[in-house]
């Protein structure tokens, strides 16, 4: 992420709101996609339950 913005007035353009936050960190942090940390190249999926969390297989799979 290097043009993030300098203003506030910038800040508020580019993050019109929360979904818009999220989308750029979450690009800044995995720029080819969200990938299962333990599996690699796994699949991976947002969650519809809990805002801003994403899922793989081997972690969904695991007991709690």
């Known amino acids: ?3 993030f913005p300098r203003f506030l007035s ?3 353009r580019r ?3 929360e979904a818009a936050c999220v989308a750029d ?3 800044a942090r995995w720029p080819q996609g ?3 940390p333990g599996g ?5 999926w947002q969650l519809q339950t809990k805002a801003w ?3 793989a297989p ?3 799979s695991r007991p709690r």
């Open 40 to 44: 690699g190249q796994s699949p991976a």
């Open 10 to 12: 910038e800040f508020q």
């Open 15 to 17: 993050f019109a709101d």
């Open 1 to 3: 992420m290097t043009d």
């Open 25 to 27: 960190l979450a690009a």
């Open 53 to 55: 969390t994403w899922n």
């Open 58 to 60: 081997v972690a969904a």
């Open 34 to 36: 969200f990938g299962c």
